[in-house]
């Protein structure tokens, strides 16, 4: 017997294919017809179902809705349905509810399509949401299908005003489960492959920004990020029509495919392999600006909630009104200054009263060093301020090179920062060479991250205390924070030797930032050899005295430049993801087996150029 939703897949991916020239345009008109043709197939089912039922078909009481993506109109070629019915117990029995969703349920899993169903009263439903945060995050959007459809908007209209009179006490829930998100998935920006739903700056937090806004406790943006938002949705459908299924994964085989659907490929190019690894590069950039947009949407949306939360407490109590002081009025905003210029305001660094970041060249990494330092999260507004700093990568003044380094050396608390800044273009105008490796992915498959970002963890894996237990000094640990994030700035297009490359780039960008002549000597050798502590390990023996005294003398025979190499070498390995023939997992590449190699390589060498130095 046919059903109304048989071969529902296939309509929606038939809708959904890109132009004869391979490109897929127009997402939000197909996104419109999926949705249309969904509903119209679903209002077909319920009322066979109806139908099939004869008398025992209800007349009032229990209906049918749509949450998630087909709620939110937009649904994928192969999403999954969250449909949900909803009954009232005095209207209808258990015993007929259940026949219902039977004939609801099996044809649309018969379908093809997979399916989250539920059947639940009101009472249920509002349960469900008052203690189940994704939940209700997925009923701040509803669509009545058929049925009741009173019964389904009195539900959803009782589920938001709970939303709006809880938002208050469900905030720091809200960021904090958005915050282990972030932890599981990474950042969309920063991934070789990533998942843009649930990643930082992917759809999920897109749904976030529309809670934050429905409680009323902050405004949604607009402009750039509705755009960012559909050029998202339509990366999403691409990866579904190259997947041929429910997937938000951007995997290695998917690539090539999606970024032809993106209109990212070059059919000028002769070389497939170049082709197909450019248009790959071409898509990371563009999706890396989408994630950027959204999630300083998130970021925003979410500071201007907390704002307003701790506006809405008075800032004085009662008694102050009888002082004189006071005068009955609030207190003016406080501002603990911690830095030249930046200060402390509700939990973020802020500009300070007076500052003024057009006529201050060193403002904008003040504040970054002082955000960091304090581990505070730099205020969306102070962003945007300091994108107007009076930067010159031409005329570095030493304060600045001091402080980039200061920077550099915040360990873990960089990573939050370096983004943040990274989201107003500064580290690009500071280092014009970075523009030719940001966002750009690895060609290996052993990284997860971008080469920006992948340099930016390898400098926040770098500590002072040398292999040996002593400390570095600061002009050694200075050299080694600078070959971290300059180590693989080398690797470009149709660049073979990406090491030799940036030991080029790497006297040029020194020089600007004015480090001293033996300074720019060392992190030059550091980047030049950065892959020859790893290669020694796993081609070599280091029993062969051959090898290891080459290893020593390409470092000038001097040990604590084998130091900073093992250091650099292990933060390298370690923020890879994998080693060869591992799975990339969050467990970082750094595995007992590769740091055995390398340590033993390592010690070998150094014991070499102890002696040559005694020698000398």
């Not at 920063?190 to 999920?204: F, S, T």
């Not at 090539?256 to 993106?262: D, G, L, Q, S, T």
């Not at 000094?473 to 690797?491: F, Q, R, S």
């Not at 005295?545 to 070498?569: C, I, K, Q, Y």
């Amino acid at each position: 017997m046919t059903s109304a939703v048989d071969g529902l897949k296939a309509k929606l991916v038939a809708v959904s294919q890109p132009d004869d020239d391979g490109v897929y345009r127009n997402g939000a008109e197909k996104r419109a017809k999926r949705v249309d043709i969904v509903l119209e197939s679903l209002r077909q089912l319920w009322s066979d179902a109806l139908e099939s039922m004869g008398a025992d078909a209800p007349d009032h009481g229990v209906g049918l809705a749509a949450v998630g993506s087909l709620a939110r109109r937009q649904i994928g070629p192969c999403s999954d349905l969250d449909l949900v019915i909803i009954y009232d117990s005095h209207a209808i029995s258990d015993a007929n509810v259940t026949k219902l969703a039977d004939k609801l349920w099996y044809p649309l899993w018969d379908s093809g399509l997979d399916l989250d169903h539920s059947v639940r009263t009101r009472q249920q439903c509002e349960a469900v949401t008052d203690s189940d945060l994704p939940a209700a995050m997925g009923w701040l959007d509803v669509l009545p299908v058929a049925g009741d459809t009173d019964l389904i908007r009195a539900t959803a209209d009782s589920i938001l005003e709970r939303w709006r009179k809880a938002a208050r006490k469900r905030l720091p829930e809200l960021t904090d489960s958005a915050k282990e998100r972030f932890d599981r998935f990474g950042q969309l920006p920063y991934l070789n492959q990533p998942d843009i739903k649930e990643a930082r700056g992917g759809l999920r937090d897109t749904v976030l920004v529309s809670a934050l806004a429905t409680s009323w406790l902050a405004d949604r943006p607009h402009g750039s990020y509705d755009d960012a938002v559909e050029h998202l949705l339509d990366a999403r459908d691409c990866i579904h029509l190259a997947a041929n299924k429910d997937t938000n994964m951007l995997l290695p085989a998917y690539q090539v495919k999606v970024a032809k659907m993106m209109g990212l490929s070059d059919p000028t190019i002769p070389d497939p392999d170049q082709r197909d690894g450019e248009s790959i590069e071409n898509m990371q950039t563009v999706l890396a600006r989408y994630g950027r947009r959204i999630a300083f949407a998130l970021d925003s949306t979410a500071s201007r909630a907390a704002h307003s939360l701790t506006h809405e407490q008075p800032r004085f109590s009662f008694f102050q009104i009888f002082q004189p002081r006071g005068g009955g009025r609030r207190e003016a905003p406080r501002f603990d200054i911690i830095a030249q210029g930046v200060a402390k305001h509700e939990g973020e660094a802020v500009l300070a009263p007076g500052a003024d970041p057009t006529k201050d060249r060193t403002l904008a990494l003040r504040v970054a060093v002082a955000a960091a330092e304090n581990d505070l999260p730099i205020a969306p507004g102070t962003l945007t301020n300091i994108k107007r700093c009076a930067l010159r990568d031409t005329a570095w003044l030493p304060e600045s090179r001091d402080r980039f380094v200061r920077l550099l050396a915040t360990g873990p608390a960089l990573l939050r920062t370096w983004e943040e800044l990274d989201f107003v273009d500064i580290p690009g105008r500071l280092i014009p060479e970075w523009l030719g490796i940001r966002n750009r992915p690895s060609a290996s498959a052993a990284h997860r991250y971008t080469i920006d970002r992948h340099m930016v963890e390898v400098v926040s894996r770098l500590g002072r205390t040398a292999p040996t237990g002593e400390r570095y000094d600061d002009e050694h640990y200075t050299v080694l924070l600078m070959a971290g994030i300059l180590h693989d700035i080398g690797k470009r297009p149709r660049i073979s030797d990406h090491a030799a490359e940036g030991a080029r780039h790497v006297p040029a960008i020194m020089k600007r930032m004015m480090f001293d002549e033996k300074t720019i000597a060392m992190v030059t050798t550091l980047v030049r050899e950065h892959l020859t502590l790893s290669e020694f390990a796993t081609t070599k023996s280091p029993d062969d005295e051959a090898a290891t005294a080459e290893l020593a003398e390409r470092l000038g025979n001097d040990p604590l430049m084998l130091d900073m190499l093992f250091d650099l070498t292990r933060a390298d390995g370690s923020s890879l993801g994998a080693t060869a023939g591992e799975q990339i997992t969050k467990k970082y590449g750094w595995s007992k087996w590769r740091a055995s190699l390398v340590g033993a390589m390592y010690s070998a060498a150094r014991a070499d150029a102890v002696r040559a130095r005694d020698k000398a």
